[in-house]
């Protein structure tokens, strides 16, 4: 399976995962149709599904087009979206699989940014294999250096849904739906000060945003590191919030980068 990584909007990723062998295509998040139309022109392959993770506009815009152009397409979403996903067919719950060829993903009940976010975790297609990568698509749940903000849940119920994702392999590779890694991280620095893999992981960030490259995908074992949202346990990081618990810590620092 391949990833390719297309920018939309502003900050925006669309992720379009191709099956070379069958010449098939699924599609993560089509906020906008046409880069997707286009990738899939240059790849000569059509689409036959959308997954998409939640339903905010930025992430479900495209479906209808791309419907337009491929009919067969199936769209997916989670089971508490009902209504709110454009064109919705497939109305997925914890423990669901989908699937694009032979490669099979899980899909996660992640609620947190919106009450009915779901994120798809592909594991390693060949464990044999002497470095085996899983891929995560996780919306606008888990970002890279940050998490997304609570419109619609609770601090709890995001640090459930984080703490699931945090259970995953190092060796999972984190397809978040924007490039916001940059200011996460000097959130976390303000947070997190005496982090050296963080310090480290900004300024590798800063080189690469000078140069307008991407910062995504971002493997979940650096993320465990540097992420303060992944690390409400840690001592350091709940003395510098003033947190008590795990989710007084998380609750604390949300409410600190959404004034940052
Ligand atoms: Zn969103
Ligand atoms: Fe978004």
Redesign the pocket.
């Known amino acids: 399976m391949d990833i390719y990584r297309l920018p939309a909007f502003k900050d925006?990723y669309i992720f379009l995962l191709h099956d070379r062998q069958h010449q098939i295509a699924a599609v993560v998040d089509p906020?906008d149709g046409a880069p997707v139309l286009q990738c899939l022109e240059d790849l000569g392959s059509s689409l036959v599904a959308i997954f998409n993770t939640h339903h905010?506009t930025?992430?479900v815009g495209g479906n209808r087009q791309l419907l337009k152009h491929f009919p067969e397409a199936v769209v997916y979403g989670g089971s508490q979206d009902r209504g709110r996903i454009p064109e919705q067919q497939v109305f997925l719950q914890e423990g669901d699989r989908v699937s694009l060829g032979e490669r099979s993903g899980q899909v996660l009940f992640v609620p947190g940014h919106t009450r009915g976010h779901i994120a798809y975790y592909f594991p390693p297609a060949d464990l044999e294999a002497p470095e085996p990568w899983g891929e995560l698509f996780c919306?606008?749940t888990l970002f890279a250096g940050g998490c997304?903000r609570l419109f619609e849940g609770t601090p709890s119920q995001m640090v459930n849904s984080l703490n699931k994702l945090r259970q995953l392999p190092d060796h999972t590779w984190v397809w978040c739906?924007?490039e916001y890694t940059l200011k996460n991280l000097e959130f976390a620095l303000s947070v997190d000060t005496a982090n050296a893999a963080l310090q480290q992981r900004l300024v590798t960030v800063q080189a690469l945003r000078a140069q307008h490259q991407p910062t995504i995908p971002t493997p979940l074992g650096l993320e465990k590191l540097t992420n303060p949202f992944l690390r409400w346990d840690q001592p350091a990081l709940q003395a510098a919030v003033h947190g008590q618990t795990s989710e007084q810590t998380f609750a604390h620092l949300r409410q600190q980068k959404d004034r940052f």
């Open positions: 925006n906020g905010h930025d992430h919306g606008d997304g739906a924007h």
